[in-house]
């Protein structure tokens, strides 16, 4: 069966300092995609990143970084040189199969994260 | 702008009501789903559409009813068979045939008195 796990519920940082979010992953198939994406308090979901098995490469956009591994199963989401901004729930997600028309999300419970001034 | 919008933002109702929380969007999407998220928990899925007139079961369709009349519009009726309705109610839309990120809404807060 599908599950996503974010095992940090909470995390509080200062304000510059570099922080992980931890995101694993289970699936049977060997065609999915990962996504990540931010709840700030506002309420909407906003999406950061989509990601394909097959693309292991890790990626990085500005202070943010992501780390796929596949032998682990995990996808963990780094944000360098936090700011206060950055406050909010961030929520890791699966997507299974190939184009077609199932397109389901399956959602981790999702890390709050807080940004101390 | 293109984007979801979702009305209105807070909602609330007497318990026995049944109440439709309306979800539109101008990003001609075919795909268009609607979740359920409750305190500390993830976003579960309740009732998801590909194309106009079509509509399939997420996994707590229980209580809740749908219709896709028109492409830009995905109504949500959580009925008075749902339990325990109170909880924020997320729309989202995508480009549903490539695995494409989707896009969500600002969000809804039904609160059954």
């Known amino acids: 069966a599908q599950k996503v796990t974010q095992a940090q519920t909470e995390i509080s940082v200062v304000e510059k300092e570099d922080v992980t979010l931890d995101c694993v992953y289970e699936t049977r198939d060997t065609t999915y995609y990962l996504f990540w994406y931010k709840q700030p308090p506002s309420g909407e979901l906003v999406f950061l990143i989509r990601r394909n098995s097959f693309d292991e490469q890790n990626e990085i956009s500005g202070r943010y970084s992501w780390n796929f591994q596949k032998s682990t199963s995990s996808f963990n989401f780094t944000i360098t040189a936090s700011q206060v901004v950055d406050s909010a729930v961030y929520f890791c997600a699966l997507s299974e199969g190939f184009g077609g028309a199932t397109n389901k999300l399956i959602f981790g419970t999702g890390t709050l994260l807080a940004v101390q001034p | 702008d293109g984007g979801i919008t979702q009305s209105p933002k807070y909602l609330f109702r007497k318990e026995g009501q049944n109440v439709t929380l309306s979800c539109e969007q101008n990003l001609n999407h075919d795909a268009m789903y609607w979740y359920r998220q409750d305190p500390g928990q993830g976003l579960r899925l309740i009732y998801y559409s590909q194309i106009v007139n079509d509509f399939q079961k997420g996994d707590i369709a229980e209580g809740y009813s749908v219709s896709r009349e028109k492409k830009e519009s995905f109504p949500l009726t959580v009925t008075s068979a749902q339990k325990n309705p109170t909880a924020f109610y997320l729309c989202?839309?995508?480009?549903?045939?490539?695995?494409?990120?989707?896009?969500f809404g600002p969000g809804t807060r039904l609160t059954v008195l």
């Open positions: 989202a839309s995508s480009d549903g045939w490539s695995n494409n990120e989707q896009f």
